[in-house]
């Protein structure tokens, strides 16, 4: 089993982190011994931190990256992509709409693809997300051509190599846009799977915010024309 990096970015999730920490150390445990769970806490201004630390003490394959001020989910994931030592990334939210213990259906496919993306086979959002989602999915697929059946799914798993091959530079929700449609475009190999998706118990979404919907949409304009420029230099 090769070494894996978990990626959790966390902003003002001091009510979820420990129970999404505590969830995945035990989904580790019964997979590899060879394994880290880093929480990239993006400039939260409650106690997520604080948590963080302490159960670090319990669990030493824990790491804490913390931003000053809120950079964004993409900026999140990014300071833990960089930091990630394992072979293998994933990443979920801090938030336990999903369970980490399903990172087993995706283990056997990383073997024969280079990505392994989740969809959410029910998903357990109110309708403003799920309409927005399906709204963005559409405009994506319009303009890149298919990527991936649930693309803002916070459960995916790669190789450390497509860092390499896919530049990923959004600080915001664009991020998993990046990741798959820059991959599609150069021949890497990806694989879907279904996997369960839970309300909310506690907490706050800011996906649903104005401000993060049109700043996604700001930077997949500027995405479409970066990317022409990049697979023109390759």
Request: hydrophobic letters at 40%; aromatic letters at 10%.
């Amino acid at each position: 089993m090769p070494s894996i990096s978990i990626v959790l970015p966390a902003y003002n999730e001091e009510e979820n982190v420990g129970e999404a920490i505590a969830a995945t150390v035990e989904a580790m445990e019964s997979i590899t011994p060879d394994y880290e769970v880093m929480v990239a806490d993006d400039g939260s201004s409650d106690g997520t931190s604080r948590v963080v630390e302490v159960l670090m003490e319990r669990y030493p394959q824990v790491r804490l990256i913390r931003h000053p001020v809120n950079r964004g989910y993409g900026g999140a994931l990014r300071s833990g992509f960089k930091a990630a030592r394992g072979d293998l990334i994933f990443f979920t939210s801090s938030d336990n709409q999903y369970d980490v213990a399903e990172i087993k259906r995706l283990l056997p496919l990383i073997e024969e693809a280079d990505i392994v993306a989740g969809y959410r086979a029910q998903r357990q959002d109110p309708f403003i997300r799920r309409f927005f989602a399906w709204g963005w999915n559409t405009l994506v697929c319009l303009l890149f051509g298919y990527a991936a059946r649930d693309i803002d799914c916070a459960f995916k798993l790669f190789r450390r190599e497509v860092l390499d091959r896919v530049p990923l530079t959004s600080m915001g929700a664009m991020i998993d846009t990046e990741l798959l449609v820059g991959a599609r475009k150069r021949g890497l190999r990806i694989r879907e799977v279904a996997v369960s998706h839970f309300p909310r118990r506690a907490g706050r979404q800011t996906g649903a915010r104005p401000d993060v919907i049109l700043k996604a949409f700001r930077d997949l304009w500027d995405f479409r024309s970066r990317l022409k420029e990049e697979l023109a230099r390759e």
